[in-house]
C-alpha cells in the first residue's frame, strides 16, 4: 500500500504542498485561484486520510485528488473543499454485486465513524428504501439513506452521481459513484468510480447562495432557511397524504456561527 497523503480541512495550499512537494501540482491561475492536484496512474494506486480527529478517514484505490484555494475574502480559509477519485478496489473491472457489497462496506466505515447521514434541508425526511424509491421517482440529487442495502436489481437502477450524504463537526462528505454505461450487463463484469467530495461547514453553507454571493452568505443564508423550511414541509405533507411515512428522528444539523464579518 502506497505511503498516505493526509488532507485537512483549512490547511493552507502552499503548506499542503510543501507536505508533497514530489505528489502535489499547483496550478496558478491570473485572477489569484490557485488549484492543488496529485494523481495515481499506477498500480499500487494512492492512499489518502482524511485528517479529521475522531472522524478522520482513509480511502484506499485513490486516482486523484482535486482542491482549490481562493483569493481574497475566502483566502484565510485554505482549502475547504476536496474531491477526491477512487476506485472500488485496485482492478478496475468488478463484479456488479461485487461492486454494490464493497460500497456498502464503505458507508457502514463512514457510519462507523461517526459520521451522521444528511439530509438536504428542503428535502423531505425519508429512510430506507421509502427514501431510495422516492429519489429514483424524482431527481438522483436528493439521495439514498446509507444504511439501506439495496438489491442487486435495485443496484443497477440507481443513476451514476447520485449521492449518499453525511455530516460531521465541522465538514460534510459526499459519496457518488460513477457506472461506466456500456457495462451495464449484471452478469458481466462492470467498471465503477468513487468520488468523495468533503468540504467545511462554511463551504456547505455558501452553496445555499449564488456564487456572486458568496462572500456575504452570512447576511443571506437567515433570509433562506425558512423558504428551505416550507419546501420541505410542502413536500412532507404531499407524502404523507400518500401514506408515505416521514422520518420525524431526523434533525438537522446545527449551522455554522453567523456572528463576525457579515459583509454588506
Given at each position: 500500500m502506497s505511503n498516505p497523503v493526509t488532507i485537512k480541512l483549512g490547511e493552507s495550499g502552499p503548506d499542503f504542498a510543501k507536505r508533497y512537494p514530489s505528489m502535489v501540482n499547483v496550478v496558478h491561475q491570473p485572477a489569484g485561484l490557485d488549484f492543488y492536484s496529485a494523481r495515481w496512474g499506477a498500480r499500487p494506486h494512492g492512499v489518502v486520510k482524511l485528517d479529521l480527529g475522531s472522524y478522520s478517514l482513509t480511502l484506499p484505490h485513490v486516482l486523484s485528488l482535486q482542491a482549490a484555494q481562493e483569493p481574497g475574502q475566502l483566502a484565510p480559509e485554505g482549502l475547504y473543499e476536496f474531491s477526491i477519485n477512487t476506485g472500488i478496489t485496485e482492478p478496475e473491472l468488478i463484479?456488479?454485486?461485487?461492486?454494490?457489497?464493497?460500497?456498502y462496506k464503505i458507508l457502514s466505515a463512514i457510519l462507523q465513524a461517526g459520521w451522521k447521514p444528511f439530509i438536504e434541508r428542503s428535502e423531505p425526511r425519508l429512510s430506507g428504501q421509502v427514501r431510495?424509491?422516492?429519489?429514483?421517482?424524482?431527481?438522483?440529487?436528493?439521495?439514498?439513506?446509507?444504511?439501506?442495502?439495496?438489491?442487486?436489481?435495485?443496484?443497477m437502477r440507481i443513476e451514476s452521481r447520485t449521492p449518499w450524504s453525511f455530516h460531521a463537526p465541522g465538514a460534510y462528505l459526499e459519496l457518488s459513484f460513477t457506472r461506466e454505461r456500456t457495462l451495464t450487463d449484471p452478469a458481466k463484469p462492470g467498471s465503477y468510480m468513487l468520488t468523495f467530495n468533503v468540504k467545511t461547514?462554511?463551504?456547505?453553507?455558501?452553496?445555499?447562495?449564488?456564487?456572486?454571493?458568496?462572500?456575504?452568505?452570512?447576511?443571506?443564508?437567515?433570509?433562506?432557511?425558512?423558504?428551505?423550511?416550507?419546501?420541505?414541509?410542502?413536500?412532507?405533507?404531499?407524502?404523507?397524504?400518500?401514506?408515505?411515512?416521514?422520518?420525524?428522528?431526523?434533525?438537522?444539523?446545527?449551522?455554522?456561527?453567523?456572528?463576525?464579518?457579515?459583509?454588506?
Amino acid at each position: 500500500m502506497s505511503n498516505p497523503v493526509t488532507i485537512k480541512l483549512g490547511e493552507s495550499g502552499p503548506d499542503f504542498a510543501k507536505r508533497y512537494p514530489s505528489m502535489v501540482n499547483v496550478v496558478h491561475q491570473p485572477a489569484g485561484l490557485d488549484f492543488y492536484s496529485a494523481r495515481w496512474g499506477a498500480r499500487p494506486h494512492g492512499v489518502v486520510k482524511l485528517d479529521l480527529g475522531s472522524y478522520s478517514l482513509t480511502l484506499p484505490h485513490v486516482l486523484s485528488l482535486q482542491a482549490a484555494q481562493e483569493p481574497g475574502q475566502l483566502a484565510p480559509e485554505g482549502l475547504y473543499e476536496f474531491s477526491i477519485n477512487t476506485g472500488i478496489t485496485e482492478p478496475e473491472l468488478i463484479a456488479h454485486d461485487e461492486a454494490r457489497l464493497q460500497t456498502y462496506k464503505i458507508l457502514s466505515a463512514i457510519l462507523q465513524a461517526g459520521w451522521k447521514p444528511f439530509i438536504e434541508r428542503s428535502e423531505p425526511r425519508l429512510s430506507g428504501q421509502v427514501r431510495y424509491d422516492y429519489t429514483l421517482k424524482t431527481v438522483s440529487v436528493n439521495g439514498l439513506d446509507p444504511s439501506y442495502l439495496p438489491t442487486l436489481d435495485e443496484w443497477m437502477r440507481i443513476e451514476s452521481r447520485t449521492p449518499w450524504s453525511f455530516h460531521a463537526p465541522g465538514a460534510y462528505l459526499e459519496l457518488s459513484f460513477t457506472r461506466e454505461r456500456t457495462l451495464t450487463d449484471p452478469a458481466k463484469p462492470g467498471s465503477y468510480m468513487l468520488t468523495f467530495n468533503v468540504k467545511t461547514e462554511a463551504e456547505h453553507s455558501r452553496g445555499y447562495v449564488e456564487s456572486d454571493d458568496r462572500p456575504r452568505w452570512k447576511v443571506l443564508l437567515p433570509k433562506l432557511l425558512p423558504q428551505l423550511t416550507l419546501a420541505r414541509q410542502q413536500k412532507e405533507t404531499e407524502l404523507r397524504a400518500k401514506g408515505v411515512p416521514i422520518d420525524e428522528s431526523y434533525k438537522d444539523p446545527e449551522l455554522p456561527s453567523l456572528s463576525g464579518d457579515l459583509g454588506t
